[in-house]
Nanobody
Framework: QVQLVESGGGLVQPGGSLRLSCAASGSISSIYAMEWFRQTPGKQRDLVASITSGGITAYAASVKGRFTISRDNAKNTVYLQMNSLKPEDTAVYYC????????????WGQGTQVTVSS
C-alpha cells in the first residue's frame, strides 16, 4: 500500500506561481509512475503531468512550458511547479501513484485546491 499526501495549494493571482508537493509513503515499487491530475466541478479528472521511475516526463498541451513535474527520490516526493498561472488552471489537483510490478496497483491523494483569481 502507498499513501499520498498533497500540499501547496492555495489562492494566487493570474501570472503567479505555486508549487504542489505529493509525499508518498509505504511500499513503493521500483517501477512506477507519478501523475498530477486536476478536476473542476462537473468535469472529468484530467491528466496534467506525469513522471516515471525512469525520469521520463510528459505534460498536457495546456500546461506545457508553464508547469514542471519533478521528484526527490530521497524524500519520496513529487512536485508540480506551476508558473504563469491562469484562471483556467483553477481546480482541485490530485496526485496519483501507479505501479506495474510486482502487481498492478494505484493510489490517489486527497487533493489540494488551486484557485487563480485576482
Amino acid at each position: 500500500q502507498v499513501q499520498l499526501v498533497e500540499s501547496g495549494g492555495g489562492l494566487v493571482q493570474p501570472g503567479g506561481s505555486l508549487r504542489l508537493s505529493c509525499a508518498a509513503s509505504g511500499s513503493i515499487s521500483s517501477i512506477y509512475a507519478m501523475e498530477w491530475f486536476r478536476q473542476t466541478p462537473g468535469k472529468q479528472r484530467d491528466l496534467v503531468a506525469s513522471i516515471t521511475s525512469g525520469g521520463i516526463t510528459a505534460y498536457a498541451a495546456s500546461v506545457k512550458g508553464r508547469f514542471t513535474i519533478s521528484r526527490d527520490n530521497a524524500k519520496n516526493t513529487v512536485y508540480l511547479q506551476m508558473n504563469s498561472l491562469k484562471p483556467e488552471d483553477t481546480a482541485v489537483y490530485y496526485c496519483k501513484y501507479t505501479q506495474y510490478t510486482p502487481y498492478a496497483y494505484d493510489s490517489w491523494g486527497q487533493g489540494t485546491q488551486v484557485t487563480v483569481s485576482s
